[in-house]
T-cell receptor
Framework: EAGVAQSPRYKIIEKRQSVAFWCNPI?????LYWYQQILGQGPKLLIQ????????DSQLPKDRFSAERLKGVDSTLKIQPAKLEDSAVYLC??????????????FGAGSRLTVL | AQRVTQPEKLLSVFKGAPVELKCNYS??????LFWYVQYSRQRLQLLLR??SRESIKGFTADLNKGETSFHLKKPFAQEEDSAMYYC?????????????FGKGTKLSVKP
């Protein structure tokens, strides 16, 4: 099966600019996650979708970050305006849903953001 | 507070030596713990989870509730085990996949 697709792989912007990342999960996976991984840290959950609804966005900095999954498939994560501390790898992950063994995440390759 | 601690940033061993990657957690209740691995130029992937009590690629991990630990062990390290290893804890009250990760330990296996 095809994996979780993410784009762009790399992005360099200046602070106060905006950026958007795209994720296409594995076909049929109902649950989608965006994680932020700052250099030297483990991934940190930003937002979780179940189909097209938000399940958890408690750690999403909502003043500058937004995410959507309008049709319950692809998702976009936007940062506007970006700050230096947003430099990180943004990981998208998905999992099947409610089936047995459904707690295994499949991660994408990530989108590396550098804010200058 | 829920927390995962991996005290070693880097662990270096020789091929054939035993390896133990440490993970301690802070959690109220029954935790659900995982080890994820990222090989060079590859994606983060699940290695094993405590609930399955499985051995993957020769690695095992036992949940010790008394010591709040979930250390990853392998009796004889191989060069291909060199990678970044992350211990993760399912967030209390969170749904499946809502994980708290440690900072990771880089394992380097020398020939």
């Amino acid at each position: 099966e095809a994996g979780v697709a993410q784009s762009p792989r790399y992005k360099i912007i200046e602070k106060r600019q905006s950026v958007a990342f795209w994720c296409n999960p594995i076909s049929g996976h109902a649950t989608l996650y965006w994680y932020q991984q700052i250099l030297g840290q483990g991934p940190k959950l930003l937002i979780q979708f179940q189909n097209n609804g938000v399940v958890d966005d408690s750690q999403l900095p909502k003043d500058r970050f937004s995410a959507e999954r309008l049709k319950g498939v692809d998702s976009t994560l936007k940062i506007q305006p970006a700050k230096l501390e947003d430099s990180a790898v943004y990981l998208c992950a998905s999992r099947p849903g409610q089936s047995l063994g459904a707690n295994v995440l499949t991660f994408g390759a990530g989108s590396r953001l550098t804010v200058l | 507070a829920q927390r995962v601690t991996q005290p070693e940033k880097l662990l270096s061993v020789f091929k054939g030596a035993p390896v133990e990657l440490k993970c301690n957690y802070s959690y109220s209740g029954s935790p659900e713990l995982f080890w994820y691995v990222q090989y060079s130029r590859q994606r983060l992937q699940l290695l094993l989870r405590h609930i399955s009590r499985e051995s993957i690629k020769g690695f095992t991990a036992d949940l010790n509730k008394g010591e709040t630990s979930f250390h990853l062990k392998k009796p004889f390290a191989q060069e291909e085990d060199s990678a970044m290893y992350y211990c993760a804890l399912r967030r209390y009250g969170g749904s499946q996949g809502n994980l708290i990760f440690g900072k990771g330990t880089k394992l380097s296996v020398k020939p």
